[in-house]
């Protein structure tokens, strides 16, 4: 998977993706990452890429031209037309099955907005997929592209080792994970449940299962409208 981010604001990219497991995940070659300066497409000696808008109004609007340029500056570069993802307010809500038809891809794009957003032209050329990462407004595009990409690259094959596992997931059949315990067995007076010291896999899959309908009924009743349960199941959740 490579990841191919426009932005003012390349340094936070970078500095936010190279840890921890996106970090080793780039290191071993499973995604690549270049963040691309939409201020070295700037056609003026000042680097200016935004001005006021048409009509009035509070705010700057970054111009089409620059955004344009490192567009395709990326496309000549993988030699074909990629998805682009712009970052909005105005976009579908991110989602875990987005997540996983995005990881389907080879490239992505992701064109991060600031101040007032973008040229409407622009966008009209370029944009794919209008993505939000939730209903409120942030200053600019690179935390939800960085939460975007975050979350593809963990179901890309090789990026999670033993540090964590896709396998079983909070959404995943519409339910959330169950919860979690480690060492020691009592801890502030609180012990870890029984079934999980005994050692009998079914019994422990059983409880889990049980547990995340549970939790999905007191967290998520939203989710379990689309949830497969078992009619014993659904009698746990309407407790
Ligand atoms: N004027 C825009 C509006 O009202 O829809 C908001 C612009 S916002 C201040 C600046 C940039 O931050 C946007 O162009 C977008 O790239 C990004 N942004 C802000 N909130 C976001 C969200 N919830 N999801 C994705 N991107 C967001």
Known sequence: MHFHVLTLFPEMIEQG???????????????????????????????KVDD???????????????VYGAYEAVKEQIGYRPRVIYLTPQGSTF??????????EQDLVFLCGHYEGIDERVLEEIVTDYVSIGDYVLT???????????????????????????????????????PHYSRPEVWHEKRVPEVLLSGHHANIEKWRREQSVIRTAERRPDLLEKA??????????DR
């Open 228 to 237: 497969d349960l078992s009619a014993k199941e659904k009698a746990l959740a």
């Open 52 to 66: 006021t808008p048409y009509g009035g109004g509070a705010g700057m609007v970054m111009q089409a031209a620059p």
């Open 95 to 104: 989602s875990q099955p987005m997540a996983e038809e995005f990881a389907r």
């Open 140 to 178: 600019g595009g690179e935390l939800p592209a960085m939460v975007m990409m975050d979350a593809i690259s963990r179901l890309v094959p090789g990026v999670l080792h033993n540090e964590a596992s896709a396998e079983f997931e909070s959404f995943q059949g519409n339910l959330l994970e169950h």
């Open 17 to 47: 993706m190279n840890t921890s497991i996106m970090g080793r995940a780039i290191e071993r070659g499973y995604i690549s990452l270049k963040a691309t300066d939409i201020r070295d497409y700037a056609a003026n000696k000042h680097n």
